[in-house]
């Protein structure tokens, strides 16, 4: 079955460094990744969607700035945390549309991110 | 209103119960239905599909009433590692992509 890989699984950083993660489709080609954040006991909201090749669209309330991603092949999307803060500390999840499938199939989720900002 | 609602829980129940997870909607547009389950700290994981007919996939049953934007899933049978959070999820409209997900319902299933 399609793979998404997440890299790294957990990250503990200093408050004001920069944190990237990347996001594979190890089997499949995606035109299109989705960020997304979990606060604990609160649901996955997407943040942004990664398109290869182009700018990413950013949800209202996400800072652009502050969530650099780049989407350069059609296997890897990154996103970095910019001058992380505690307050970024989340749990932060990619999925990956395979490029040949309808929209209504489901995403395939990377295993997450788990963000922790001392 | 919520676009994606569920009763969060916690359902406690014992093992080889029936359980049932409700889920409104509120995007009429919204054409494609999933529901998700989500291990503690893990990342969520396609449980199944919802078709408009309803499907079956094991003791699993998904059923979808377009009319009142309501999604539920049944399971049958409860197995100590059906304990986790079931995530419903809806698409954001015709031909969209972006997935909206509910808050989830945790389950329990007890010894």
């Known amino acids: 079955g399609a793979v998404v890989s997440q890299h790294p699984s957990r990250v503990i950083c200093k408050s004001g460094t920069s944190v990237k993660i990347e996001c594979r489709s190890l089997?499949?080609?995606?035109?299109?990744m989705f960020w997304y954040r979990q606060f604990p006991k609160k649901s996955l909201m997407l943040m942004a969607t990664?398109?290869?090749?182009?700018?990413?669209?950013?949800e209202q309330g996400v800072e652009k700035d502050k969530f650099l991603i780049n989407h350069a092949s059609l296997t890897l999307s990154t996103l970095t945390v910019t001058s992380a803060h505690p307050e970024d500390s989340s749990f932060y999840i990619c999925?990956?549309?395979?490029?040949?499938?309808?929209?209504?199939?489901?995403?395939?989720f990377g295993n997450g991110t788990r963000l922790t900002v001392t | 209103r919520k676009e994606v609602e569920q009763d969060p829980g916690p359902f406690n129940v014992p093992e080889g119960a029936t359980v049932a997870f409700n889920c409104t909607y509120s995007?009429?547009?919204?054409?494609?239905f999933f529901w998700y389950r989500q291990d503690c700290r893990k990342e969520p994981k396609l449980l199944m599909s919802v078709y408009s007919s309803g499907n079956e996939d094991g003791r699993f049953t998904a059923q979808l009433n377009r009319a009142s934007q309501y999604i539920s899933l049944l399971i049958r049978d409860s197995k100590l590692s059906d304990s986790a959070t079931y995530l419903c999820v809806v698409n954001s409209g015709a031909g969209s992509y972006q997935l909206t997900f509910g808050k989830g319902t945790k389950l329990s299933v007890i010894p």
């Open positions: 990664s398109n290869e090749g182009s700018k990413a669209t950013y």
């Open positions: 089997d499949f080609q995606a035109t299109t």
């Open positions: 999925s990956a549309r395979d490029v040949q499938a309808s929209y209504n199939s489901p995403l395939h």
């Open positions: 995007n009429s547009a919204s054409q494609s």
